[in-house]
Protein backbone atom coordinates (compact mmCIF):
# COMPACT_ATOMS: atom_id res chain seq x y z
CA UNK A 1 0.00 0.00 0.00
CA UNK A 2 1.09 3.67 -0.45
CA UNK A 3 1.03 6.40 1.89
CA UNK A 4 -2.25 7.54 0.72
CA UNK A 5 -3.84 3.58 1.28
CA UNK A 6 -2.51 3.24 4.56
CA UNK A 7 -3.72 6.59 6.04
CA UNK A 8 -7.33 5.78 4.25
CA UNK A 9 -7.01 2.63 6.56
CA UNK A 10 -5.61 3.93 9.52
CA UNK A 11 -8.81 6.76 9.22
CA UNK A 12 -11.48 3.87 8.85
CA UNK A 13 -9.62 2.00 11.76
CA UNK A 14 -10.15 5.01 13.88
CA UNK A 15 -13.56 5.14 13.20
CA UNK A 16 -14.17 1.41 14.38
CA UNK A 17 -11.89 2.19 17.46
CA UNK A 18 -14.75 5.07 18.63
CA UNK A 19 -12.60 8.13 17.39
CA UNK A 20 -13.98 10.86 14.78
CA UNK A 21 -11.82 10.96 12.10
CA UNK A 22 -12.96 13.11 8.84
CA UNK A 23 -11.99 13.53 5.61
CA UNK A 24 -10.81 17.16 6.24
CA UNK A 25 -8.20 15.44 9.00
CA UNK A 26 -6.95 13.43 6.66
CA UNK A 27 -6.49 15.92 3.72
CA UNK A 28 -4.26 18.25 6.63
CA UNK A 29 -2.47 15.25 7.61
CA UNK A 30 -1.35 14.29 3.96
CA UNK A 31 -0.88 18.00 3.78
CA UNK A 32 1.54 18.32 6.86
CA UNK A 33 3.36 15.17 6.37
CA UNK A 34 3.95 16.89 2.52
CA UNK A 35 5.77 19.32 4.27
CA UNK A 36 7.39 17.70 7.49
CA UNK A 37 8.13 14.47 6.13
CA UNK A 38 7.66 10.95 7.23
CA UNK A 39 10.20 10.32 9.69
CA UNK A 40 8.80 7.73 12.27
CA UNK A 41 8.99 10.50 15.11
CA UNK A 42 7.11 13.37 13.12
CA UNK A 43 5.33 10.99 11.42
CA UNK A 44 3.40 9.60 14.30
CA UNK A 45 3.66 13.37 15.99
CA UNK A 46 1.72 14.66 13.57
CA UNK A 47 -0.97 11.91 13.31
CA UNK A 48 -1.70 12.23 17.31
CA UNK A 49 -1.73 15.55 16.82
CA UNK A 50 -4.63 15.94 13.92
CA UNK A 51 -7.11 12.93 15.28
CA UNK A 52 -6.58 12.95 18.79
CA UNK A 53 -8.54 15.28 20.25
CA UNK A 54 -8.87 14.49 24.15
CA UNK A 55 -6.84 12.64 26.73
CA UNK A 56 -9.22 9.84 26.20
CA UNK A 57 -8.71 9.66 22.35
CA UNK A 58 -5.00 9.39 22.95
CA UNK A 59 -4.92 6.18 24.81
CA UNK A 60 -7.15 4.94 21.68
CA UNK A 61 -5.08 6.43 19.10
CA UNK A 62 -1.86 4.61 20.79
CA UNK A 63 -3.29 1.15 20.11
CA UNK A 64 -4.83 1.85 16.97
CA UNK A 65 -1.31 3.58 15.78
CA UNK A 66 0.68 0.19 17.03
CA UNK A 67 -2.08 -1.74 14.96
CA UNK A 68 -1.60 -0.22 11.85
CA UNK A 69 1.88 1.05 12.03
CA UNK A 70 3.41 -0.90 15.01
CA UNK A 71 4.46 0.42 18.20
CA UNK A 72 5.08 4.44 18.26
CA UNK A 73 9.04 5.18 18.17
CA UNK A 74 10.43 5.90 21.37
CA UNK A 75 10.68 9.22 22.41
CA UNK A 76 14.07 11.11 21.75
CA UNK A 77 16.00 12.13 24.37
CA UNK A 78 14.84 16.06 25.49
CA UNK A 79 14.22 15.80 29.12
CA UNK A 80 18.05 15.17 29.95
CA UNK A 81 18.07 11.27 30.64
CA UNK A 82 21.35 11.72 29.46
CA UNK A 83 22.76 12.96 32.94
CA UNK A 84 20.82 9.76 34.59
CA UNK A 85 23.52 7.72 36.61
CA UNK A 86 22.16 4.14 36.10
CA UNK A 87 24.58 2.27 38.37
CA UNK A 88 23.19 4.74 41.18
CA UNK A 89 19.53 3.98 39.98
CA UNK A 90 20.63 0.22 40.20
CA UNK A 91 21.72 0.66 43.87
CA UNK A 92 18.94 2.46 45.03
CA UNK A 93 16.54 -0.06 43.37
CA UNK A 94 18.28 -2.93 44.61
CA UNK A 95 18.18 -0.86 48.36
CA UNK A 96 14.44 -0.46 48.26
CA UNK A 97 13.19 -3.38 47.07
CA UNK A 98 14.31 -6.94 48.74
CA UNK A 99 10.90 -7.86 49.23
CA UNK A 100 11.21 -11.48 47.81
CA UNK A 101 8.27 -11.28 45.83
CA UNK A 102 8.39 -13.20 42.52
CA UNK A 103 6.65 -11.95 39.83
CA UNK A 104 4.91 -15.18 38.58
CA UNK A 105 4.43 -16.56 34.71
CA UNK A 106 5.43 -13.06 33.51
CA UNK A 107 8.13 -13.77 30.86
CA UNK A 108 10.83 -11.92 33.57
CA UNK A 109 10.81 -13.94 36.24
CA UNK A 110 12.60 -12.73 39.86
CA UNK A 111 11.00 -9.70 42.22
CA UNK A 112 9.80 -6.62 41.50
CA UNK A 113 13.33 -5.05 42.11
CA UNK A 114 14.63 -7.23 39.75
CA UNK A 115 12.24 -6.44 37.10
CA UNK A 116 12.76 -2.25 37.58
CA UNK A 117 16.51 -3.66 36.96
CA UNK A 118 15.55 -5.38 33.86
CA UNK A 119 13.93 -2.46 32.51
CA UNK A 120 16.26 0.16 33.86
CA UNK A 121 18.95 -2.21 31.79
CA UNK A 122 17.24 -2.82 28.64
CA UNK A 123 18.22 -1.69 25.64
CA UNK A 124 15.09 -3.32 23.49
CA UNK A 125 11.92 -3.01 25.12
CA UNK A 126 9.84 -4.08 22.23
CA UNK A 127 11.98 -7.32 22.73
CA UNK A 128 10.96 -7.42 26.59
CA UNK A 129 7.20 -6.84 25.96
CA UNK A 130 7.39 -9.58 23.20
CA UNK A 131 8.75 -12.12 25.98
CA UNK A 132 6.21 -11.40 28.02
CA UNK A 133 3.73 -11.64 25.98
CA UNK A 134 4.59 -14.80 24.24
CA UNK A 135 5.04 -16.49 28.14
CA UNK A 136 1.21 -16.53 27.91
CA UNK A 137 0.23 -20.52 26.37
CA UNK A 138 -1.63 -20.06 22.78
CA UNK A 139 -4.25 -22.71 23.84
CA UNK A 140 -4.88 -19.89 26.89
CA UNK A 141 -4.59 -16.96 24.87
CA UNK A 142 -7.34 -17.65 22.38
CA UNK A 143 -10.08 -17.93 25.45
CA UNK A 144 -9.76 -14.32 26.64
CA UNK A 145 -9.82 -10.81 25.24
CA UNK A 146 -6.75 -8.72 24.80
CA UNK A 147 -8.18 -6.06 27.83
CA UNK A 148 -8.14 -9.61 29.99
CA UNK A 149 -4.82 -10.81 28.79
CA UNK A 150 -3.48 -7.30 29.63
CA UNK A 151 -4.81 -7.35 33.14
CA UNK A 152 -3.27 -10.32 34.17
CA UNK A 153 -0.03 -9.44 33.15
CA UNK A 154 -0.42 -6.20 35.41
CA UNK A 155 -1.58 -8.39 37.66
CA UNK A 156 1.80 -10.89 37.43
CA UNK A 157 3.64 -7.73 37.57
CA UNK A 158 2.11 -6.22 40.29
CA UNK A 159 2.42 -3.17 37.88
CA UNK A 160 0.50 -0.50 40.52
CA UNK A 161 3.01 -1.61 43.22
CA UNK A 162 5.83 -0.65 40.64
CA UNK A 163 4.60 2.33 39.93
CA UNK A 164 4.10 3.03 43.83
CA UNK A 165 7.99 1.73 44.54
CA UNK A 166 9.40 4.12 41.74
CA UNK A 167 7.19 7.10 43.46
CA UNK A 168 7.53 6.57 46.74
CA UNK A 169 9.74 3.46 48.02
CA UNK A 170 13.29 3.34 46.40
CA UNK A 171 14.37 7.16 46.90
CA UNK A 172 14.48 8.14 43.73
CA UNK A 173 14.68 12.20 43.05
CA UNK A 174 12.77 13.51 40.52
CA UNK A 175 14.13 13.14 37.21
CA UNK A 176 15.07 9.04 38.14
CA UNK A 177 11.00 9.15 38.37
CA UNK A 178 9.88 10.60 35.25
CA UNK A 179 12.87 8.20 33.40
CA UNK A 180 11.31 4.91 35.24
CA UNK A 181 7.89 6.01 34.79
CA UNK A 182 8.59 6.48 30.70
CA UNK A 183 10.62 3.54 30.08
CA UNK A 184 7.46 2.03 32.23
CA UNK A 185 5.08 3.58 29.97
CA UNK A 186 6.74 2.42 27.03
CA UNK A 187 7.29 -0.62 28.11
CA UNK A 188 3.15 -0.95 28.59
CA UNK A 189 2.22 0.07 24.66
CA UNK A 190 4.68 -2.28 23.37
CA UNK A 191 3.12 -5.36 25.36
CA UNK A 192 -0.79 -3.93 24.21
CA UNK A 193 0.84 -3.75 20.50
CA UNK A 194 2.23 -7.42 20.92
CA UNK A 195 -1.07 -8.66 21.97
CA UNK A 196 -3.18 -7.34 19.82
CA UNK A 197 -0.39 -8.37 16.73
CA UNK A 198 -0.99 -11.69 18.67
CA UNK A 199 -4.73 -12.03 18.34
CA UNK A 200 -4.88 -10.76 14.61
CA UNK A 201 -1.96 -13.28 13.97
CA UNK A 202 -4.38 -16.56 15.39
CA UNK A 203 -7.72 -15.01 14.39
CA UNK A 204 -6.75 -13.62 10.88
CA UNK A 205 -6.35 -10.09 9.58
CA UNK A 206 -10.00 -10.10 8.50
CA UNK A 207 -10.98 -10.29 12.38
CA UNK A 208 -8.76 -7.32 12.89
CA UNK A 209 -12.30 -5.05 13.25
CA UNK A 210 -13.56 -7.16 15.98
CA UNK A 211 -10.19 -6.08 17.81
CA UNK A 212 -10.71 -2.41 17.12
CA UNK A 213 -14.20 -2.63 18.21
CA UNK A 214 -13.05 -3.68 21.26
CA UNK A 215 -10.72 -0.68 21.87
CA UNK A 216 -14.01 1.28 20.92
CA UNK A 217 -15.60 2.13 24.64
CA UNK A 218 -18.22 3.71 23.67
CA UNK A 219 -19.73 0.17 22.55
CA UNK A 220 -18.10 -1.82 25.05
CA UNK A 221 -20.69 -3.58 27.54
CA UNK A 222 -20.99 -1.86 31.10
CA UNK A 223 -19.99 -5.39 32.81
CA UNK A 224 -16.99 -5.71 30.62
CA UNK A 225 -15.15 -2.16 31.00
CA UNK A 226 -11.51 -2.72 33.38
CA UNK A 227 -10.90 0.00 36.10
CA UNK A 228 -9.84 2.66 33.37
CA UNK A 229 -12.28 2.32 30.92
CA UNK A 230 -14.52 2.65 33.50
CA UNK A 231 -13.64 5.85 34.76
CA UNK A 232 -13.71 7.20 31.32
CA UNK A 233 -17.06 5.98 30.77
CA UNK A 234 -18.56 7.66 33.97
CA UNK A 235 -16.44 10.71 32.82
CA UNK A 236 -18.69 10.34 29.44
CA UNK A 237 -22.17 9.56 31.20
CA UNK A 238 -21.58 12.96 33.59
CA UNK A 239 -20.93 15.30 30.72
CA UNK A 240 -23.99 13.49 28.84
CA UNK A 241 -26.26 14.31 31.74
CA UNK A 242 -25.23 18.03 32.16
CA UNK A 243 -25.89 18.24 28.38
CA UNK A 244 -29.33 17.13 28.47
CA UNK A 245 -30.00 18.93 32.03
CA UNK A 246 -29.65 22.12 29.48
CA UNK A 247 -30.81 20.79 26.00
CA UNK A 248 -33.37 23.32 24.92
CA UNK A 249 -37.30 22.11 24.47
CA UNK A 250 -39.01 22.54 20.89
CA UNK A 251 -41.40 24.84 21.98
CA UNK A 252 -41.13 28.41 21.77
CA UNK A 253 -41.41 30.69 24.40
CA UNK A 254 -41.59 34.87 24.80
CA UNK A 255 -38.16 36.02 25.54
CA UNK A 256 -36.01 39.17 25.48
CA UNK A 257 -33.63 37.55 23.15
CA UNK A 258 -34.12 35.17 19.82
CA UNK A 259 -35.73 35.02 16.44
CA UNK A 260 -38.87 37.60 15.89
CA UNK A 261 -42.14 36.98 17.14
CA UNK A 262 -44.51 38.62 14.15
CA UNK A 263 -47.64 37.67 15.56
CA UNK A 264 -47.43 38.82 19.39
CA UNK A 265 -45.22 42.07 17.12
CA UNK A 266 -48.48 42.76 15.31
CA UNK A 267 -51.18 42.79 18.09
CA UNK A 268 -48.84 44.98 20.05
CA UNK A 269 -48.55 46.92 17.22
CA UNK A 270 -52.35 46.60 16.78
CA UNK A 271 -52.62 48.80 20.19
CA UNK A 272 -50.50 51.36 19.24
CA UNK A 273 -51.84 52.76 16.17
CA UNK A 274 -50.68 50.24 13.73
CA UNK A 275 -46.88 50.76 13.47
CA UNK A 276 -44.30 47.92 15.15
CA UNK A 277 -42.78 50.29 17.60
CA UNK A 278 -41.16 47.71 19.68
CA UNK A 279 -40.57 43.58 18.32
CA UNK A 280 -41.56 40.89 19.99
CA UNK A 281 -39.00 37.91 20.63
CA UNK A 282 -39.49 33.96 21.20
CA UNK A 283 -36.60 31.03 22.00
CA UNK A 284 -36.56 28.01 22.83
CA UNK A 285 -36.21 27.23 26.81
CA UNK A 286 -34.71 24.40 27.84
CA UNK A 287 -36.80 20.97 28.29
CA UNK A 288 -38.20 20.63 32.06
CA UNK A 289 -39.21 16.76 31.35
CA UNK A 290 -40.90 15.03 34.51
CA UNK A 291 -39.55 11.79 34.78
CA UNK A 292 -39.67 8.90 37.17
CA UNK A 293 -36.60 6.21 37.27
CA UNK A 294 -36.82 2.40 38.59
CA UNK A 295 -33.78 0.76 38.75
CA UNK A 296 -33.13 -3.09 38.89
CA UNK A 297 -30.00 -3.36 41.37
CA UNK A 298 -29.60 -7.05 42.11
CA UNK A 299 -25.96 -8.28 41.10
CA UNK A 300 -26.53 -8.60 37.56
CA UNK A 301 -27.82 -5.62 36.98
CA UNK A 302 -25.82 -3.68 39.45
CA UNK A 303 -23.24 -1.71 37.13
CA UNK A 304 -25.87 -1.08 34.23
CA UNK A 305 -27.54 0.94 37.14
CA UNK A 306 -24.49 2.63 38.35
CA UNK A 307 -24.29 3.86 35.22
CA UNK A 308 -28.22 4.91 34.53
CA UNK A 309 -27.95 6.60 37.71
CA UNK A 310 -25.28 8.51 37.16
CA UNK A 311 -26.47 10.09 34.36
CA UNK A 312 -30.12 10.93 36.68
CA UNK A 313 -27.41 12.14 39.60
CA UNK A 314 -25.39 14.70 36.34
CA UNK A 315 -29.30 15.74 34.80
CA UNK A 316 -30.62 16.36 38.39
CA UNK A 317 -27.94 19.19 39.24
CA UNK A 318 -30.09 21.45 37.00
CA UNK A 319 -33.07 19.54 36.98
CA UNK A 320 -35.20 19.09 40.17
CA UNK A 321 -37.96 17.10 38.68
CA UNK A 322 -37.24 13.34 38.84
CA UNK A 323 -37.43 11.20 40.94
CA UNK A 324 -35.11 7.45 41.22
CA UNK A 325 -36.12 4.18 42.63
CA UNK A 326 -34.03 1.27 43.28
CA UNK A 327 -35.39 -2.20 43.97
CA UNK A 328 -34.74 -6.24 43.92
CA UNK A 329 -37.85 -7.59 45.73
CA UNK A 330 -38.86 -4.50 47.58
CA UNK A 331 -38.79 -0.77 46.29
CA UNK A 332 -36.98 2.10 47.94
CA UNK A 333 -36.78 5.75 46.75
CA UNK A 334 -33.13 7.65 46.36
CA UNK A 335 -33.88 10.46 45.03
CA UNK A 336 -33.11 12.51 48.23
CA UNK A 337 -29.76 10.80 48.28
CA UNK A 338 -28.90 11.43 45.16
CA UNK A 339 -29.34 15.26 45.76
CA UNK A 340 -26.61 15.21 48.37
CA UNK A 341 -23.05 16.44 47.70
CA UNK A 342 -21.57 12.54 48.50
CA UNK A 343 -23.92 11.03 46.06
CA UNK A 344 -21.34 9.83 43.60
CA UNK A 345 -19.26 7.66 46.41
CA UNK A 346 -22.65 6.05 47.32
CA UNK A 347 -23.78 5.20 43.82
CA UNK A 348 -22.40 2.00 44.38
CA UNK A 349 -23.68 1.23 47.29
CA UNK A 350 -27.23 2.07 47.60
CA UNK A 351 -28.78 -0.81 48.50
CA UNK A 352 -27.28 -0.24 51.93
CA UNK A 353 -28.46 3.50 52.58
CA UNK A 354 -31.47 2.04 51.13
CA UNK A 355 -32.58 -1.71 51.64
CA UNK A 356 -34.51 -2.84 48.87
CA UNK A 357 -34.04 -6.64 48.82
CA UNK A 358 -34.91 -9.64 51.59
CA UNK A 359 -34.35 -12.40 49.11
CA UNK A 360 -31.95 -10.74 46.56
CA UNK A 361 -33.85 -12.27 43.87
CA UNK A 362 -35.58 -9.83 41.57
CA UNK A 363 -39.99 -9.60 41.58
CA UNK A 364 -41.02 -7.43 39.45
CA UNK A 365 -44.88 -8.58 40.17
CA UNK A 366 -44.24 -6.99 43.80
CA UNK A 367 -42.67 -4.03 43.03
CA UNK A 368 -45.35 -2.74 40.86
CA UNK A 369 -47.53 -3.60 43.02
CA UNK A 370 -45.80 -1.74 46.22
CA UNK A 371 -44.97 0.94 43.70
CA UNK A 372 -48.26 1.39 42.69
CA UNK A 373 -49.77 1.51 46.53
CA UNK A 374 -46.82 3.57 47.72
CA UNK A 375 -45.53 6.29 45.02
CA UNK A 376 -48.18 6.29 42.21
CA UNK A 377 -50.91 9.04 43.85
CA UNK A 378 -47.68 11.67 44.21
CA UNK A 379 -46.90 11.29 40.48
CA UNK A 380 -47.76 13.69 38.06
CA UNK A 381 -49.76 12.23 35.41
CA UNK A 382 -47.53 13.75 32.80
CA UNK A 383 -44.35 12.02 34.12
CA UNK A 384 -42.42 9.57 31.90
CA UNK A 385 -41.61 6.18 33.72
CA UNK A 386 -38.26 4.65 33.20
CA UNK A 387 -37.64 0.91 34.17
CA UNK A 388 -34.22 -0.21 34.14
CA UNK A 389 -34.11 -4.06 34.15
CA UNK A 390 -33.55 -7.36 32.55
CA UNK A 391 -37.26 -8.96 32.80
CA UNK A 392 -36.04 -11.82 34.38
CA UNK A 393 -38.55 -12.45 37.18
CA UNK A 394 -37.69 -15.65 38.87
CA UNK A 395 -40.52 -17.24 38.07
CA UNK A 396 -42.57 -15.20 40.41
CA UNK A 397 -45.79 -14.01 40.11
CA UNK A 398 -46.08 -11.14 37.63
CA UNK A 399 -48.84 -9.07 38.43
CA UNK A 400 -49.44 -7.73 35.20
CA UNK A 401 -52.43 -5.82 36.65
CA UNK A 402 -50.51 -3.28 39.04
CA UNK A 403 -48.20 -2.46 35.91
CA UNK A 404 -51.12 -1.66 33.67
CA UNK A 405 -52.02 0.82 36.79
CA UNK A 406 -49.39 2.46 36.28
CA UNK A 407 -49.59 2.87 32.86
CA UNK A 408 -52.52 4.02 32.78
CA UNK A 409 -51.36 6.94 35.51
CA UNK A 410 -48.09 8.51 33.77
CA UNK A 411 -47.47 9.61 30.20
CA UNK A 412 -45.58 6.00 28.97
CA UNK A 413 -43.55 3.72 30.30
CA UNK A 414 -40.08 2.94 28.61
CA UNK A 415 -38.19 -0.14 29.37
CA UNK A 416 -34.34 -0.11 29.16
CA UNK A 417 -33.14 -3.61 28.97
CA UNK A 418 -29.33 -4.45 28.94
CA UNK A 419 -29.64 -8.26 27.06
CA UNK A 420 -29.46 -8.65 23.66
CA UNK A 421 -33.13 -8.08 22.39
CA UNK A 422 -33.16 -11.76 21.05
CA UNK A 423 -33.06 -13.13 24.73
CA UNK A 424 -35.84 -10.75 26.14
CA UNK A 425 -38.47 -12.81 25.85
CA UNK A 426 -36.56 -16.40 27.06
CA UNK A 427 -37.22 -18.99 30.01
CA UNK A 428 -38.17 -16.76 32.75
CA UNK A 429 -38.71 -13.25 31.37
CA UNK A 430 -42.01 -11.12 31.86
CA UNK A 431 -41.22 -8.66 29.52
CA UNK A 432 -43.90 -10.11 27.21
CA UNK A 433 -46.47 -9.73 29.44
CA UNK A 434 -45.45 -6.06 30.44
CA UNK A 435 -44.91 -5.19 26.79
CA UNK A 436 -48.23 -4.13 25.97
CA UNK A 437 -48.41 -1.59 28.26
CA UNK A 438 -44.81 0.11 27.54
CA UNK A 439 -44.21 3.18 25.24
CA UNK A 440 -41.16 1.04 23.85
CA UNK A 441 -38.56 -0.91 25.34
CA UNK A 442 -34.94 -0.35 24.39
CA UNK A 443 -31.47 -1.98 24.48
CA UNK A 444 -29.10 -0.14 26.86
CA UNK A 445 -26.52 -2.19 27.83
CA UNK A 446 -23.16 0.38 26.37
CA UNK A 447 -22.65 4.17 26.45
CA UNK A 448 -23.41 4.46 22.49
CA UNK A 449 -26.55 2.72 23.58
CA UNK A 450 -27.75 4.83 26.61
CA UNK A 451 -27.35 8.17 24.55
CA UNK A 452 -28.86 6.83 21.94
CA UNK A 453 -32.04 5.81 24.56
CA UNK A 454 -31.91 9.49 26.07
CA UNK A 455 -33.12 11.28 22.71
CA UNK A 456 -36.21 8.96 22.52
CA UNK A 457 -37.04 9.31 26.58
CA UNK A 458 -35.22 12.96 28.13
Not at 31 to 51: K, N
Not at 334 to 346: C, D, F, G, R, Y
Request: glycine share 6%; proline share 4%.
Amino acid sequence: MNMVEKLLHFVYSLRKAGITASLEQLITALEALTLVGVEPQTFHTVLRSIFAKSPQEMIVFEKVYALCFGPPPTQPNTRGWSGIAKEEMAMKIKAGSCDGRGLGRSGIGGSRGDFLLSLLEEQDIGGMAQRIVESIPDEEFRLHQVTVHWENIQRQLDWHMLKHDLENRLGLNEAEKHFMLERLEQLALAVEYHLYRKTAAQKGEQDIEGILQELNYRRRDFNHLNEATLDLVAQQVKKLGKKLASRKGYRLHPSQRGKIDLKRTLRLAATQGGVPMRLKRKSRKPDRPELVVLCDISNSMSRYTFFVLLLVWAFQTKHKKIRSFIFVDRIAEVTHLLQKQEALEKLRFLGIYAPCSATGFTDYGRVFSDFAAMYLPSVPAKAKLIILGDGKNNWRDPQVGALEEIASKVNGIYWLNPRPSEQWYEKDSVLALYRPYCQGIYQCSNFQELRRVTAYVF
